[in-house]
């Protein structure tokens, strides 16, 4: 059985731009994990570079916090999620799809909701935390312990995680 862990889900601007935040919240409640905490947040540039932090040096950066801060949809905020259970970060990625939605199982959020427009922006939806330690540190981001309904614990190294890593 999969280790209880936890994981951030970002709902981005473009899906809610979009009308399809309902959509990504019925998929992700047919995982059978529990949401422990959910807010509808403004998303400022500290905060976007922050989270993307270990993106910094790639060349998509600044398209990738315009786009988390709203400035490519005109809407400055995000749903953040926070889901706990069995295999968490797996379950949930899975259901995301690949980061680009051409390259994403049609099955999956991003391969069902998320497209590249015709302006070359990629609207992929949403966010969904990497491995074990980026899920830690986002949520710390996003969330103060008394936002969740249950106290997190600190996270175990998966041998996984880095070859994981490289998903956005």
Known sequence: MAA?????????????????????LTRLEHT?????????TRVN?????AHYQRLRDRPFFEELIQLLCGELHDIDY???????????IDTVRT???????DHADPRSIRGAFGRNTTNGVMENILHASSDPQESAREIALWFRPE??????SAPRKRAESSARAGRA
């Open 78 to 88: 995000v749903w953040a999620l926070v889901y706990v259970g069995p295999g968490a």
């Open 4 to 24: 209880e862990e936890a994981t951030l889900v970002l709902i981005k601007p473009d899906a809610i731009k979009r009308g399809l935040a309902g959509a990504v």
């Open 32 to 40: 059978g994990l529990r949401l422990v905490g959910a807010k509808i």
């Open 147 to 152: 936002e969740l309904l249950i106290p997190l």
């Open 45 to 49: 540039r500290a905060l976007a570079e």
């Open 95 to 101: 259901l995301t799809g690949a980061t680009n939605p």
